[in-house]
Structure formats: C-alpha cells, structure tokens
C-alpha cells in the first residue's frame, strides 16, 4: 500500500518537473472577466458549504435551553386547587 503510493508520488513530481522544463511561452489573452468568473465560482462553492452546514453552524452559536420534564409537578390537577391528598 505504501509502496504504491510512493511511486505514485514520486511519478507526479517527475511529470510535474519534467513539465516546467519544457515549458513554452503562451500566446494567450486572458479576459478581465476570468478573476471574475474566479471568484464566482469560489463564492458559490462558500455559500454551497454554509447551506449544507447551517444546522451545525446554527447549533455552534445558539445556546440551547434545557427542556422541563413535564409531570414532576407536585400537584395533582391542573387548575390549581388544593385536593384532599396534598393536605
């Protein structure tokens, strides 16, 4: 597993070097709307990810308030008055 890896490794950083030595000079013009569409795309990809996480982003901030347990009251009735078992 680990030998594979380095080969791999050691493959990419070949190819990658090889590629930079060889390198030409381009003709090419690049639009000033390119940074643009840039940072369009990375803008989108940020909001994607805070959609996908709100929840957990909501839960992070927001302190949550611990729930009563409803019937441990020591009255019998709900309307309050006193009945002859609590005397």
Known sequence: MIYGFKRFAITLMLLLA???AFERQAHAYVDP?????????ISAAISGA????RRRLKNLFVRT???RETGTSNR???SGLVGDSEL
């Open 33 to 41: 709307g390119s940074g643009l569409l840039l940072f369009q795309g």
């Open 65 to 67: 308030q611990e729930k």
């Open 50 to 53: 805070l959609f996908y996480f």
């Open 76 to 78: 019998s009735s709900s």
């Open 18 to 20: 090889l590629s930079f």
